[in-house]
């Protein structure tokens, strides 16, 4: 199920949106948080997928959502030639940091999820798993085997995955250098980035933008 812009609020009103992350335009964003507070509400995102339940922002977050499925249902690769069909732009990531949308396994974990959040909203910075394992009230060792639990996934290959998914988007629409891309997805070390990024999607960061990137003809116009 999908809802956009002012519509998201009959998902919030049926109560399927309860407990989910969901967003919309950021001109509701403030009645709907009081409207419906069991929703937890993300209007800084473009995109928001919460348990099969996605959400787009503004009314025009529907084109957005729209090549977001292609990619989700049929391809990275599907999504990129439709979108190269239409003369449209892959998905913006997020009107503001990086989307929240799910890197592992959906689950149930509350706790897990919260620190799924708080990753997504730190991404870019370098910091500990045993900090965030010690704010969550769990050591270390609790802290990994849970995530891995709830999403398949160790804290550090969540991390990997999140960075190289906004790499990418950086690849295909921009023309940065590799080494200010790494910068700015949290990678210091260019050769250590390129060797994650490479063991991610097969491909080195260079070859990955000949294949992939969107040429200016074939975007819309900016």
């Known amino acids: 199920m999908a809802g956009v812009c002012s519509g998201v609020a009959l998902l919030a009103e049926s109560g399927i ?17 009081a409207r419906f507070p069991e929703v937890r509400w993300q209007p800084e995102q473009i995109v928001t997928e919460d348990g099969g339940v996605c959400c ?6 529907s084109i957005d959502l729209s090549i977001f499925l292609v990619e989700k249902f049929c391809g990275r690769s599907v999504a990129l030639e439709c979108a190269r069909s239409l003369v449209i732009d ?7 940091g990086f989307a929240v949308l799910p890197i592992g396994d959906r689950h149930s974990d509350e706790t897990i999820a919260q620190a799924e959040e708080w990753i997504h909203e730190h991404c870019r910075e370098n910091f500990r798993f045993a900090a965030l394992a010690a704010n969550l009230g769990m050591s270390p060792r609790n802290f990994i085997r849970r995530f891995k639990a709830a999403t398949g996934l160790k ?5 990997q995955k999140l960075r190289v998914r906004a790499a990418r988007h950086y690849l295909e629409e921009g023309d940065a250098r590799v080494e200010e891309i790494g910068d700015r997805v949290g990678y210091d070390d260019a050769p250590f980035f390129r060797r994650v990024f490479k063991r991610e999607t097969g491909l080195t960061p260079s070859s990955y933008r000949k294949r992939f990137a969107v040429r200016p003809s074939e975007g819309r116009p900016r």
Request: charge should be positive; include cysteine.
């Open 90 to 96: 892959m998905p913006r990531a997020c009107q503001a």
């Open 17 to 33: 949106l309860d407990g989910r992350r969901a967003t919309t335009h950021w001109g509701l964003a403030k009645s709907y948080h």
């Open 155 to 159: 804290p550090v290959e969540y991390l």
């Open 56 to 61: 787009g922002g503004g009314v025009h977050a």
